[in-house]
């Protein structure tokens, strides 16, 4: 993947200690940050999306990197880069999804400026407020896997709005409403990073559930073991589009065994085991999430 | 213009205290934050800027937001969305820019996406360590208008750029120079703002000296009383290109005479004075940047 060449490009060239986690932990700042890019005809397509969706959808992107790292989404500052033929309701419509997502999280600003397509970037702050940080290099042996809600509703509603001919009832559909106007994973987060004393890891699934599995093994070196018979879906989501569906921004964690009593609403999908980086599924090992693994799961 | 027609309309549909200065003030996180964008074919062109003076520009027009609010430039976090064709000598580069550009700000993140064009957002980070925060409605009858560098030079440089045939060295043309790798007035900004007791307003220059000049006129209601023989330019820079040019990243604020022993490297360009929100150029008032004043300084 170019993506993640490039990014290794920018860590030797700029030697930063802040690339890496879903957002960028401040310690001086007691805050987290972290930029989140939704751009038309790669992330979204304008027939399949309202702007009160895309609205709302670009504020959920962005305050689940910060449910990620545990912290409390405070702030967020977005950019709007619009053709010329945008019209007044484009804007209004937008921000009115803006505000119904955004809730306790304020808008601090942003730019407008012109563009072919529609680029929406936006930068979001949290702050930590005696919350528990996580990173992805802090996955312990013992430690227990735990995920929030469903996996593979968005990639499943993706598919739906593609067969336009598929029947569906549009954004009451549990799957396209997961694809459009998906939910930061808010309490689930608060629960941890409230009540946790040690070290752990979060990510969203934002690339996906496997993804996140393998990005947590090969950070914390560790040997993630995975039941996929645990892994809460739909029973007509199949196991690939489970574990590569994305855009789902449910939250996987890593943590003590000792946590989960004073949790609740999680599913624990797995362990943390000793062993270099890898995720097995159902005792079998992969070290990437690449074909043999997607080939693994063929229905 | 549609832009600030927008910006209406968001400020009426999030009724954000926000959204207005070139950064937003969070006092209760002790930050202020800005975001701006960098969209090819709107904001610079592949055959006139390096991918390491794009690096560049980027961090500095985001310093700039910071320097015109008064706080202390801390971290940037940087959004690309670039076309498929994108080779890693791009990224390299772009990121030497970053990194020589960025010198005490710290990279603290951003994300890579696909586009079909070149779009940069950056978000940036400032903190108020004891400084005293600007806002452009704090200009009061009295002050002083003063102004850093000189004004201009941007816009000559990018019609050099333009007009192919005329003779310049290139980057080391002080008019590309300013053009393509823009400083932002840290400096000039610290100065102020460490020590300045009372309110005040200030602005950076990025949408031109005139739009800089009218925005504080109309979000402070006072009357900006400017003589234009003292606004520092080069001989060769005509008036228009002085007021309207842009992207200098210059600093304008109005202070209190007080301060003016405290300070040094400005240049006093005016006063302000009670009245309805205007701007006296050599004692004709407007009410706005519009064509009458440009026309006003035909040459």
Same mark, same amino acid.
Request: proline share 3%.
């Given at each position: 993947?170019?993506?993640?060449?490039?990014?290794?490009?920018?860590?030797?060239?700029?030697?930063?200690?802040?690339? !890496?986690?879903d /957002? =960028?932990?401040?310690?001086?700042?007691?805050?987290?940050?972290?930029?989140d890019?939704l751009?038309?005809?790669?992330?979204?397509?304008?027939?399949?999306?309202?702007?009160?969706?895309? !609205?709302y959808k670009t504020v959920m992107v962005n305050v689940s990197d910060i449910c990620a790292?545990? +912290?409390?989404p405070?702030?967020?500052?977005?950019?709007?880069?619009?053709?010329?033929?945008?019209?007044?309701? *484009?804007?209004?419509?937008?921000?009115?999804?803006?505000?119904?997502a =955004?809730?306790?999280?304020?808008?601090? !600003?942003?730019?407008?400026?012109?563009?072919?397509?529609?680029?929406?970037?936006?930068?979001?702050?949290?702050?930590?407020?005696?919350?528990?940080?996580?990173?992805?290099?802090?996955?312990?042996?013992?430690?227990?896997?735990?995920v929030s809600g469903e996996h593979g509703n968005s990639a499943?509603g993706?598919?739906?709005?593609?067969?336009?001919?598929?029947?569906?009832?549009?954004?009451?559909?549990?799957?396209?409403k997961a694809h459009l106007m998906p939910e930061a994973q808010i309490?689930f987060s608060?629960?941890?990073?409230?009540?946790?004393?040690?070290?752990? +890891?979060m990510m969203d699934t934002s690339d996906g559930l496997?993804?996140a599995? *393998?990005?947590?093994?090969?950070?914390?070196? /560790?040997?993630?073991?995975?039941?996929?018979?645990?892994?809460?879906?739909?029973?007509?989501?199949?196991?690939?589009?489970?574990?590569?569906g994305g855009e789902d921004y449910q939250l996987v964690?890593?943590?003590?065994? /000792?946590?989960?009593?004073?949790?609740?609403?999680?599913?624990?999908? !797995?362990?943390?085991?000793?062993?270099?980086?890898?995720?097995? *599924?159902?005792?079998?090992?992969?070290?990437?999430?690449?074909?043999?693994?997607?080939?693994?799961?063929?229905?």
């Amino acid at each position: 993947m170019k993506e993640k060449e490039f990014i290794q490009i920018i860590k030797s060239t700029l030697n930063s200690p802040y690339i !890496g986690d879903d /957002c =960028a932990y401040l310690k001086d700042l007691g805050i987290v940050i972290s930029q989140d890019s939704l751009v038309e005809d790669i992330h979204f397509k304008k027939e399949f999306i309202t702007p009160y969706q895309l !609205g709302y959808k670009t504020v959920m992107v962005n305050v689940s990197d910060i449910c990620a790292s545990g +912290a409390v989404p405070e702030y967020i500052t977005i950019s709007l880069s619009l053709p010329k033929d945008t019209d007044n309701g *484009f804007i209004e419509d937008f921000y009115k999804g803006v505000k119904d997502a =955004a809730k306790n999280v304020q808008v601090a !600003g942003g730019d407008i400026t012109g563009s072919d397509k529609i680029y929406i970037s936006a930068a979001i702050i949290g702050s930590v407020k005696g919350r528990k940080i996580s990173s992805r290099k802090n996955a312990k042996s013992g430690y227990k896997i735990i995920v929030s809600g469903e996996h593979g509703n968005s990639a499943k509603g993706l598919e739906l709005l593609f067969k336009k001919d598929s029947p569906h009832d549009g954004i009451n559909n549990k799957f396209i409403k997961a694809h459009l106007m998906p939910e930061a994973q808010i309490e689930f987060s608060r629960k941890i990073a409230e009540n946790i004393r040690e070290d752990y +890891a979060m990510m969203d699934t934002s690339d996906g559930l496997a993804d996140a599995l *393998f990005q947590i093994a090969q950070a914390s070196n /560790c040997v993630m073991d995975i039941d996929t018979g645990k892994i809460p879906h739909d029973p007509v989501v199949d196991m690939r589009t489970v574990l590569y569906g994305g855009e789902d921004y449910q939250l996987v964690a890593a943590v003590p065994e /000792c946590l989960l009593q004073k949790i609740s609403d999680y599913t624990i999908i !797995g362990d943390i085991k000793e062993g270099s980086a890898s995720v097995n *599924f159902d005792g079998k090992r992969f070290t990437e999430p690449d074909s043999s693994l997607f080939n693994h799961f063929k229905e």
